[in-house]
């Protein structure tokens, strides 16, 4: 099925440990968002990629870096986890983006369920 | 102030009824407003986008914008239980960043 596809759904790891979150759609959207989503604090941005090769930090960057390895694909990393990323983490794609056209809304994955301990 | 406004709820309906979800927000300038439905576990789902002051249908769904007052509203005729779920407001503001509510929850009753 078309749609945006998350790697893993649940992940535990321990404080100083890093790990990359896998994002990938097959709509040829061109524009791709990592979001964190925290009880009482709704969706906020880390980082978007508004076109292939091009990449821009959002509301809450810091301790995550990102990489649009395609026009498919965009990874989330962190280099060195805190108890404070425990977090549900969203990739979504849109058929335009930020500064492009506002219009259309965005398709989520299924999310990532990450603890740090 | 937040940037999107939502109350938390539970907002508690009966099968059949009506339900309203209301937002507000900041940035006079927001062009285009959307609404999610988040079941509990899941990812966010759009359900409703608009862009124009006034009223947008869609079956059962109706969404209501009013840029003079920053409100954005959305309307669940005939709830079903099937409806309860978290409803996110967004808002893609003057310089297309999109910003959300906290969410909403709606419990529908049999």
């Known amino acids: 099925n078309a749609g945006v596809t998350q790697t893993p759904k649940f992940q535990v790891l321990k404080t100083g440990q890093s790990m990359t979150l896998q994002c990938a759609q097959d709509m040829n959207h061109n524009s791709m968002y990592w979001y964190r989503q925290d009880p009482g604090m709704g969706l906020r941005l880390i980082y978007y990629?508004?076109?292939?090769?091009?990449?821009d930090k959002g509301e809450v960057p810091n301790g995550y870096n990102v990489s649009r390895l395609n026009k498919r694909e965009f990874s989330l990393r962190l280099e060195s986890a805190a108890p404070s990323q425990t977090s549900v983490y969203f990739c979504a794609s849109s058929p335009t983006g930020q500064g492009v056209g506002g219009r259309y809304g965005y398709t989520f994955g299924s999310g990532t369920r990450l603890t740090v301990v | 102030q937040k940037e999107v406004e939502q109350n938390s709820g539970p907002l508690s309906v009966p099968e059949g009824a009506i339900a309203s979800l209301n937002c507000t927000y900041s940035d006079r300038g927001s062009q285009s407003f959307f609404w999610y439905r988040q079941y509990s576990g899941k990812s966010p789902e759009l359900i409703m986008s608009i862009y124009s002051n006034g009223d947008k249908e869609d079956g059962r769904f109706t969404a209501q914008l009013n840029k003079a007052s920053q409100y954005v509203s959305l309307l669940i005729r005939d709830s079903q239980p099937s409806d309860s779920a978290t409803y996110l407001c967004a808002v893609n503001r003057v310089n297309n960043d999109m910003r959300f509510g906290a969410g909403t929850r709606l419990t529908v009753k049999p």
């Open positions: 990629s508004a076109s292939e090769g091009t990449t």
